[in-house]
């Protein structure tokens, strides 16, 4: 087991265009989240899957962003119509249902030109 | 709601003296506690963790965490630092019981001179 894997790592892409980020987490963890980080700041939680069921969302998760989990296994984050402001770090994690801590990938950086 | 304080922006120590780096947390209940370090362009990675039991809860790299219930803290520390141990530091907190994401703090950037 290599941990969670993210991809892309960077993505460069201008403003109003659509983009997805991959996340595969641990196999054996069922919970997988979403956080998003900015320069100076800590991981802003943006939404979580428990198996394949989305159980919440943060009001930071507008309506350009949508998040899938099929099957219960990887997950994809989708900004539509991107702005500058979504310019940010976005970190996928995953744990078990128990009071571990979350392993976190590399994050992907996005940059809105 | 939960909420995490770090209220050091940045902590400047010289190699081989004591570090600590705080965190003060609020919860409706009972916490847990966690301690993250982040090198650059990296993701988070974990240290530490207070689910119960001792108060003092030792982590990776000899780092160690006491909590404070009566104080609402969960501060970070080692007995001597290395130059290596420069990085960003986030306290994260959950609420027991329940199922809601951990809350961050937003880090503490740890500085160590040789």
């Known amino acids: 087991d290599t941990g969670v894997s993210q991809n892309p790592r960077h993505k460069i892409t201008k403003r109003g265009q659509n983009v997805t980020f991959r996340c595969d987490p641990i196999?054996?963890?069922?919970?997988l989240y979403w956080y998003r980080q900015t320069l100076g700041q800590g991981p802003e939680f943006l939404t979580y899957?428990?198996?394949?069921?989305?159980?919440?969302k943060s009001r930071l998760l507008s309506d350009r962003f949508s998040a899938e989990r099929p099957k219960g296994s990887f997950s994809t984050l989708e900004i539509q119509r991107t702005e500058q402001g979504d310019s940010a770090m976005y970190l996928c994690?995953?744990?078990?249902?128990?009071?571990?801590?979350?392993?976190f990938g590399s994050g992907t950086r996005l940059t809105v030109v | 709601a939960q909420s995490v304080a770090q209220p050091e922006d940045q902590v400047n120590v010289a190699e081989g003296n004591p570090l600590t780096v705080k965190c003060t947390y609020s919860?409706?209940?009972?916490?847990?506690l966690f301690w993250y370090v982040q090198y650059p362009n990296r993701g988070l990675q974990f240290l530490l963790k207070?689910?119960?039991?001792?108060?003092l809860v030792k982590g990776s790299y000899g780092f160690e965490a006491e909590f404070n219930k009566s104080q609402t803290s969960f501060h970070l520390k080692k007995p001597s630092a290395l130059v290596s141990d420069s990085a960003l530091y986030f306290c994260?907190?959950?609420?027991?019981?329940?199922?809601?994401?951990?809350?961050f703090g937003k880090g503490t950037r740890l500085s160590v001179i040789a």
């Open positions: 994260a907190v959950r609420d027991i019981p329940g199922n809601t994401p951990l809350v």
């Open positions: 899957f428990q198996n394949e069921a989305q159980l919440e």
């Open positions: 207070y689910i119960t039991g001792d108060n």
């Open positions: 994690a995953s744990s078990l249902d128990s009071p571990n801590g979350y392993t």
């Open positions: 196999s054996e963890h069922n919970r």
């Open positions: 919860v409706s209940g009972n916490p847990y």
